[in-house]
C-alpha cells in the first residue's frame, strides 16, 4: 500500500474533520473506519423506515465550530430545525414547565451574570477544571432561577451521574460560546441534510482534496519505532478465534487516532508511552467515570409533545426510576427520519456507568423508566414501534465532573512518541457532543502543521 503523511483512525466527526482540513492542506490522508458507516456515535442507522443514532443526538454550534470548519472546507453546514423551548418537568407537582417560568418575567439578574460571564476571558474559564459549576453561580450571584436554568442545560449536554455535580470549565466555556455565537444560553439544531449527510460531506471533503476514506477496514496496531510513529497494520478477518494477526502494513509518519480512552490502548502499544500517561488514560477509562444511559426510541401515530414540536424536554428525577434524563421529537427535528404519519421520540435516564454492567439492573430500571415516561406523556401509552439502547459502550463520553475535564484529561499530543496524536472529546477537549470531537480534530491538526489555519473558528485549543 501507497505511505501517507497521515493515517487517521476513525470516521466519526474528529476522524473525518482532520482528514478534511489535512487534505485541504496538501497532505496525503488516509481515514481508516473499523464500521460500515461514517460518523462513529453520530451514525444514522436504517431500521424498518426510522433513522436512528447511538443515543439521541442534536448538534450544538453556535457558529464558530463545525459550522466554520464546513465553509473553510467549501461546504454548507445547514442549521436545520433547533430547539424552541426548554421544558422541565416538576417532581414534586408532576406537571411541565417552561425554563423561562423560573423567572417570573424579572430577568435582570440573569443579564447581569451573563454579562460577568462574557467579560471573563476563556483562558480564566479553562482554569476551572477543578471547580464545581455551582461554585462558580453562587460566587456571582443567589438567583435560584440563574442556577436553574445554568443546571438544567447542563443536564441536557453533561450529564453525570448525579445531576448537579457538573464542571464549571466545561458548561461555562460552552455557555459563553453560545452566548457569543448565538445570542443564546443554549443552541442546538438537527443537521440541514441529517446526520448521514453531515458525515457524507465531510467524507467527500476528504476525497476532492485527493484523500481516501476506507470502510471496513480496522487497524489491529499502530506501529512505533524509536520513539516515531511508522505507520498502521491493518487487520483482517480471524479464520481461528486466537489467531495472531498479519495484516496489511500502512506506512505514515504520523498517525492521528480518534478512539476513546476506554479503546485507544487496545492500537497503541502502552510500552512506547510514559507510565503517567497511560495511567491518565486507565483512570478515565474506569467504567464508573462513563456517561451511560437507557436509551429509548419510541413511535406514536399522535404527537405527544407539550408546546412545541421542537422543544427539548429535560428532568432531575423521573417519578419512580429517579433517573435524570432528556426527551424530543425527531421527526420535528426531520421528518425523513421516520415514517410518514409517524412521531418518533428519542428520550434517555441518565445511569451509573458501573451499572450498565448489571444487565438486571439495567433490565429492572428500563421497565420504571418507559412506565415513567408514560406518566410524563400520557400520550406514549399509545407507542406503536420501540427500540432499547443502552448507552454505554460505546459511550457519550467521560463524565465531565470537576477534577475529570481538562488539564485532568491526557493530552492530544502523545509524549515521547514523534507523529501520535489523539483527536478525541474523551482526551483534553472543549464543547458538546459531535462539535466538540470535530474542534478535537482541528486542534490536532493545527498542533501538527505547527500554526492556526485562517477559518476564524471558534474558541478551541
Avoid at 281 to 300: E, K, N, V
Avoid at 347 to 371: H, L, T
Wanted: include cysteine; aromatic fraction near 10%.
Amino acid at each position: 500500500m501507497p505511505k501517507y503523511d497521515v493515517v487517521i483512525i476513525g470516521a466519526g466527526a474528529a476522524g473525518l474533520t482532520s482528514g478534511a482540513l489535512l487534505a485541504k492542506e496538501a497532505k496525503s490522508v488516509c481515514v481508516v473506519e473499523a464500521g460500515k458507516y461514517l460518523g462513529g456515535r453520530g451514525m444514522a442507522v436504517p431500521e424498518e423506515g426510522f433513522k436512528l443514532n447511538l443515543g439521541g443526538h442534536l448538534l450544538e454550534d453556535g457558529g464558530g465550530g463545525l459550522t466554520k470548519i464546513f465553509e473553510y472546507l467549501g461546504k454548507e453546514l445547514t442549521h436545520g430545525a433547533a430547539s424552541a423551548d426548554q421544558l422541565i418537568w416538576d417532581h414534586d407537582k408532576l406537571e411541565w414547565g417552561s425554563i423561562r417560568d423560573r423567572f417570573q418575567g424579572d430577568r435582570s439578574e440573569l443579564r447581569r451574570v451573563i454579562k460577568i460571564l462574557l467579560a471573563t476571558p476563556y483562558g480564566e474559564l479553562d482554569r476551572l477544571d477543578d471547580q464545581p459549576l455551582r461554585t462558580w453561580l453562587a460566587q456571582h450571584t443567589s438567583d435560584p432561577a440563574v442556577f436553574d436554568l445554568f443546571e438544567f442545560i447542563s443536564v441536557l449536554e453533561c450529564m453525570t451521574d448525579d445531576w448537579y455535580d457538573h464542571s464549571a470549565s466545561e458548561n461555562l466555556i460552552a455557555r459563553k460560546m453560545h452566548f457569543e455565537e448565538a445570542g443564546k444560553a443554549a443552541y442546538s439544531f438537527w443537521p440541514g441534510k441529517g446526520w448521514d449527510g453531515l458525515f457524507d460531506d465531510l467524507r467527500d471533503a476528504v476525497v476532492e482534496h485527493g484523500g481516501e476514506v476506507l470502510l471496513n477496514t480496522p487497524v489491529e496496531t499502530v506501529l512505533i519505532e524509536d520513539g516515531q510513529v511508522k505507520g498502521v497494520a491493518l487487520g483482517r478477518d480471524k479464520v481461528l478465534p486466537n489467531e495472531v494477526l498479519e495484516g496489511d502494513i500502512v506506512e505514515a509518519d504520523c498517525v492521528i487516532s480518534t478512539l476513546p480512552v476506554w479503546n485507544v490502548l487496545r492500537v497503541v502499544p502502552e510500552q512506547h508511552l510514559p507510565d503517567w500517561y497511560t495511567a491518565q488514560i486507565r483512570f478515565l477509562a474506569q467504567d464508573h467515570l462513563r456517561i451511560s444511559w437507557l436509551g429509548l426510541y419510541m413511535a406514536t401515530k399522535q404527537p405527544v409533545h407539550i408546546n412545541d414540536p421542537t422543544e427539548l424536554a429535560t428532568w432531575l428525577h423521573a417519578p419512580t426510576s429517579r433517573l435524570s434524563g432528556f426527551f424530543f421529537n425527531q421527526t420535528a427535528m426531520d421528518p425523513s427520519t421516520s415514517p410518514p404519519g409517524s412521531n418518533l421520540y428519542v428520550c434517555g435516564g441518565i445511569i451509573p456507568g458501573f451499572k450498565a454492567r448489571d444487565m438486571e439492573y439495567v433490565k429492572r430500571k428500563f421497565e420504571e423508566f418507559e412506565a415513567d415516561l408514560k406518566v410524563m406523556y400520557p400520550g406514549l401509552k399509545e407507542t406503536y414501534w420501540r427500540r432499547r439502547h443502552l448507552v454505554h459502550d460505546p459511550s457519550f463520553g467521560v463524565i465531565q465532573k470537576p477534577g475529570l475535564v481538562g488539564i485532568f484529561r491526557p493530552h492530544w499530543r502523545a509524549p515521547n512518541v514523534d507523529g501520535l496524536y489523539f483527536a478525541s472529546e474523551t482526551f483534553r477537549s472543549r464543547g458538546i457532543g459531535v462539535d466538540r470531537a470535530a474542534r478535537a480534530g482541528l486542534t490536532v491538526v493545527e498542533d501538527y502543521l505547527g500554526r492556526k489555519l485562517d477559518g476564524h473558528f471558534g474558541w478551541h485549543y
